[in-house]
């Protein structure tokens, strides 16, 4: 069974540039979640879709954040502009759905400069 | 108040030990509970489900307590490739993490 893919794995870029995340859930994952992780401390979460609805954002800066995941299936996470303190790694979980367990990618490492 | 907090370590433990890790949780309405481990540089990936009767997985041991909404996370034996951070995870419709107790075992 293939897993959640993320790219790209690292992305290096100065402040005030944009950026994007790219994720494909596990086929037939309806439950889509996106995390950040800085160094040091657990995952935060930044956005949680079912299908192609929102559940939870309430920690995502919208100011600068935004994602969508227009099919249900892979989705997209983006940073414009971005600031150094966004300095982090990126995680794409999906589940099933309900009280199922999570599985991540690999993550994308995003340095700002 | 933050919604998961674990022990912060971290934890020095020689190999054989025995060493547990605590989490409480603030929201009562919580459904499910994981502990994740997750290896430097690399994503979380689930350990153990938590379940209300106590639940064992060879050398580790999870426990909830709802009254108290804690979880705990027991290793026995412990063995060098335990060495990680442990992530206590909360669910109530969305998935919380603690920040994580980092746990090392030296020989």
């Known amino acids: 069974e293939a897993g959640v893919a993320q790219s790209p794995r690292y992305k290096i870029i100065e402040k005030r540039q944009s950026v994007a995340f790219w994720c494909n859930p596990i086929?037939?994952?309806?439950?889509l979640y996106w995390y950040q992780q800085i160094l040091g401390q657990g995952p935060k979460l930044l956005i949680q879709f079912q299908n192609n609805g929102v559940v939870d954002d309430s920690q995502l800066p919208k100011d600068r954040f935004s994602a969508e995941r227009l099919k249900g299936v892979d989705s997209t996470l983006k940073i414009q502009p971005a600031k150094l303190e966004d300095s982090a790694v990126y995680l794409c979980?999906?589940?099933?759905?309900?009280?199922?367990?999570?599985?991540f990618g690999s993550g994308t490492q995003l340095s700002v400069l | 108040r933050k919604e998961v907090e674990q022990d912060p370590g971290p934890f020095n433990v020689p190999e054989g030990a025995t060493v547990a890790f605590n989490c409480t949780y603030s929201?009562?309405?919580?459904?499910?509970f994981f502990w994740y481990r997750q290896d430097c540089r690399k994503e979380p990936k689930l350990l153990m489900s938590v379940y209300s009767s106590g639940n064992e997985d060879g050398r580790f041991t999870a426990q909830l307590n709802r009254a108290s909404q804690y979880i705990s996370l027991l290793i026995r034996d412990s063995k060098l490739s335990d060495s990680a951070t442990y992530l206590c995870?909360?669910?109530?419709?969305?998935?919380?993490f603690g920040a994580g107790t980092r746990l090392t075992v030296k020989p």
């Open positions: 929201n009562s309405a919580s459904q499910s």
């Open positions: 086929s037939g994952h309806a439950t």
């Open positions: 979980a999906s589940s099933s759905g309900g009280l199922a367990k999570l599985f």
């Open positions: 995870v909360v669910n109530r419709a969305d998935m919380r």
